[in-house]
């Protein structure tokens, strides 16, 4: 299918980071939609998830969790939360930078389920601008002065927030398929990169 003819779903989620002796778990759920090549600012969705308030939480895990744990303590389990979202991470080809954290998180919050085709931000960007100085989402989305957009729509936020991250891969990729030439692949191809 046509990139421009496709709905993508860009998620992001933000994690307690490794410890030893629990299992990494899922904090922050963020995600926003990507159609006919343009974010669709009006599809933008966010979610804490429950974290167990006595479980440790890597020190050096980005966002803002340590001022959060109340909140965090009573947000719903990724599985209440999976029949509002089921159909965003099913029905739709997925996207992310650096797809690994969300492949995982997304699996172990439905198990069963069989996810689309993944789009990965950081392995198009690698192809997109060979000899960059970092393919981090934030450096990037500077290099490509994309930030000044990102704040905007989502005010009060920042890098590691999920939802931030989720829009900021969204803008990363509606640029990208800016570019002559990018516009004519398929969901499949940039799926192979």
Not at 11 to 18: A, H, N
């Given at each position: 299918m046509a990139i421009f003819n496709a709905s993508i779903t860009v998620?992001?989620?933000?994690?307690?980071?490794?410890v030893r002796g629990f299992p990494t778990e899922p904090w922050q759920i963020g995600m926003v939609s990507l159609s006919a090549g343009k974010v669709d600012p009006d599809s933008m969705f966010e979610s804490w998830l429950k974290v167990d308030p006595n479980r440790p939480f890597n020190p050096h895990a980005p966002g803002?969790?340590?001022?959060?744990?109340?909140?965090l303590a009573a947000a719903p389990a990724p599985q209440e939360l999976w029949p509002s979202i089921q159909s965003r991470l099913t029905d739709f080809p997925l996207c992310a930078h650096n797809v690994g954290t969300?492949?995982?998180?997304?699996r172990s919050m439905a198990p069963m389920h069989s996810f689309s085709l993944w789009i990965d931000t950081l392995k198009i960007a690698r192809k997109a601008w060979p000899g960059c100085a970092s393919y981090a989402l934030?450096?990037?989305i500077v290099l490509l002065d994309l930030k000044p957009e990102i704040d905007s729509l989502c005010k009060g936020k920042e890098a590691h927030d999920a939802l931030y991250d989720a829009v900021a891969s969204a803008k990363l990729l509606e640029y990208l398929l800016s570019q002559p030439g990018w516009n004519e692949l398929t969901v499949g191809e940039l799926a192979g990169m």
């Open positions: 998620l992001d989620y933000e994690t307690t980071g490794s803002r969790h340590a001022q959060l744990r109340d909140e969300e492949k995982k998180c997304t934030d450096d990037l």
